[in-house]
């Protein structure tokens, strides 16, 4: 299995601002993930989280709006730029453990609050 | 693309009794297929999972069956606690992770 950790667990940021979240797995995965949970809603991916270069994004997501940062196996942050009411959401960080048919855990979410 | 249908949305059932949650996939290249609870406030965590060369697996209160032919699978949870009310997804998974899709989720109420 893989414990995954995230900070912050919650913000309340202003309108415009941008917001870096950290995601620290306790140990070595390939694959990490960036997941956006509305509110009462299920699960979209943002992007894939890639090891030493750019991450691939899923269609309605980009990386002006979402960059992230992969510079290890077991970190990643996703930034939310230039925050509008609308980016308020769950944002879950997931990865694979045991290679690539291994099982997929998440973290316990950033809870952002955009006013 | 995958698309993965899952029912009910809502279920309440008295503690003690059985809950069904029942997901239908249309990708034939998807071959996994995890559970997911998900509890107010939390991350979800993984509760239950099935490969595609296997018809059924029980893990204690917890069951999961999948029916290749029909591209169904259904998560069981008998004798249901107070504990057990959460939110539960289902996901469809293919190719190493090549796609990954989750259900819309169920919202399980277990009344004490």
């Known amino acids: 299995s893989a414990v995954i950790s995230q900070k912050p667990s919650r913000d309340i940021c202003q309108r415009g601002t941008s917001l870096t979240i950290q995601c620290q797995v306790d140990?070595?995965?390939?694959?990490m993930f960036w997941y956006r949970q509305q509110p009462g809603q299920s699960l979209t991916l943002i992007a894939t989280a890639n090891q030493g270069s750019e991450a691939t994004y899923e269609s309605g997501f980009v990386i002006d709006k979402f960059p992230i940062s992969r510079p290890n196996l077991t970190f990643s942050t996703l930034t939310v730029s230039n925050m509008s009411p609308e980016d308020s959401s769950i944002y879950l960080c997931?990865?694979?453990?045991?290679?690539?048919?291994?099982?997929?855990?998440f973290g316990e979410g950033s809870r952002l609050t955009v006013l | 693309g995958e698309n993965v249908e899952q029912h009910p949305s809502t279920l309440s059932v008295q503690e003690g009794d059985s809950a069904v949650i029942k997901c239908t996939y249309s990708?034939?290249?998807?071959?996994?297929f995890p559970w997911y609870k998900q509890e107010l406030g939390k991350g979800p965590q993984l509760i239950i999972d099935?490969?595609?060369?296997?018809g059924e697996k029980k893990d204690q209160r917890i069951a999961v069956t999948l029916n290749k032919t029909s591209k169904h699978f259904s998560l069981h949870i008998t004798e249901t606690q107070p504990e057990d009310s959460a939110v539960y997804f289902c996901a469809a998974i293919s190719g190493g992770y090549q796609k990954v899709t989750f259900g819309t989720g169920t919202k399980l109420q277990v009344i004490p």
């Open positions: 140990s070595q995965v390939t694959m």
């Open positions: 099935i490969r595609s060369n296997v």
């Open positions: 990708d034939s290249a998807s071959n996994y």
């Open positions: 997931s990865a694979v453990a045991g290679g690539s048919t291994g099982e997929l855990f």
